[in-house]
């Protein structure tokens, strides 16, 4: 199963939203509504942000939001602050019961 | 306080082999299927390994299938990856995460370290 595919970096200036993009295929993000994103710190372990493309565990920002199309998922960062500088990860139900993600993005907050 | 704490990682030669241990706390452990992932050094997650909640059905990433063994005992609220035969591209930071009521992993440990060196 290859990994999903994801710009290694996007930047933005507080205030401003960015976009993630997270590529699969029908045999994955385009066949299955189990799309999550997840953010990690250097040295941490992930944290769910997203799941099921674009619904919000509690405690998660609002600023924090998830759409997909096609074979292709993003993940939208509004109103940019400070601590949202780490790297996020997709990931995605496969049509084998295996799990695949994406190489993480690195967000940097200008 | 729901947790999951890794141990039994280290520094280990190619060829030999190794046993994680995720031990879970705060939460119903045998109401949940688990899983594996892990991430090489300055690299992305990949998933290597799924066990559902009574443990008779599990799923491995071709990367380790064959060489690497999940299993989990529900009355000690603990979760288990056997490695053998290890490589050096098996060098990782290991997480166990607790899959969700869906598809996704909304618990993870904190990590554990294999590092396969001669």
Known sequence: Q?????????????????????????SDVGDYNYVSWYQQYPGKAPKLMIYDVSNRPSGV?????????????????SGLQAEDEAVYFC????????????????VTVL | ?????????GLVKPGESLRLSCEASGFAFSDHYMNWIRQAPGR???WISFINDGGSSSFYADSVKGRFTVSR???????????????????????????????WFDLWGQGVPVTVSS
Do not use: M, W
Not at chain 1, 91 to 106: A, C, D, E, L, N
Not at chain 2, 1 to 9: M, P, T
Not at chain 2, 80 to 100: F, G, K, M, N, P
């Open chain 2, 1 to 9: 306080q729901e947790r999951l704490v890794e141990s039994g990682g």
């Open chain 1, 2 to 26: 290859s990994a999903l595919t994801q710009p290694a970096s996007v930047s933005g200036t507080p205030g401003q939203s960015i976009t993630i993009s997270c590529s699969g295929t029908s």
């Open chain 1, 91 to 106: 990931s995605s139900y496969t049509s084998i019961s295996t799990y695949v993600f994406g190489p993480g993005t690195k």
């Open chain 2, 44 to 46: 992305g997650l990949e």
């Open chain 2, 73 to 103: 005992d529900n009355t000690k609220k603990s979760l288990y990856l056997q490695l053998s035969s290890l490589r050096r591209e098996d060098t990782a930071v290991y997480y166990c995460a607790r899959e969700s009521e869906g598809n």
């Open chain 1, 61 to 77: 920002s609002d600023r924090f939001s998830g759409s997909k199309s096609g074979n292709t998922a993003s993940l939208t960062i």
